[in-house]
């Protein structure tokens, strides 16, 4: 077999495979950047005004991931206020909708806003807000 043909056909076999894996890598690279963030600052003093809590949590009863967040801070002995988002209490109904996000759970702490329950990442968050002794 001629030499030059097997290095043409290495050479177009390399350069398919790196096309392949260069657009996969673009793939998820763009899924990656527009994937929307878990956490945005937002002002959430509203949210707080006649509790003494230091998390507020929007949550439905039927919702697992809620189920599992009511579970991690129960474990971990943190306080917080859980509102139902499904019982049309005008108050809760307002103060969802100014998050501006259709989730749940949605986990309000001071300064933050936390979609969906991430164990992790809201550890990561309790850390931040509570004082370093």
């Not at 290495?10 to 963030?37: C, D, E, H, M, R």
């Not at 005008?90 to 300064?111: C, F, H, Q, T, W």
Request: with cysteine.
């Amino acid at each position: 077999m001629n030499t030059k043909l097997i290095k043409e056909f290495l050479l177009y076999f390399l350069i398919l495979i790196a096309a392949i894996f260069s657009g996969y890598g673009v793939k998820q690279a763009y899924a990656w950047y527009n994937t929307p963030s878990k956490v945005f600052e937002k002002n959430t003093d509203a949210h707080f005004l006649g509790t003494d809590k230091k998390i507020v949590i929007y949550t439905t009863q039927w919702c697992p991931y809620c189920k599992q967040l009511r579970a991690y801070l129960n474990r971990e002995k943190i306080a917080y206020e859980d509102r139902d988002i499904e019982i049309h209490d005008e108050k809760i109904d307002r103060l969802y909708a100014s998050i501006n996000k259709e989730a749940i759970p949605v986990i309000v702490l001071k300064g933050k806003v936390l979609i969906g329950f991430d164990e992790k990442l809201l550890g990561s968050e309790l850390n931040e807000l509570s004082p370093q002794n």
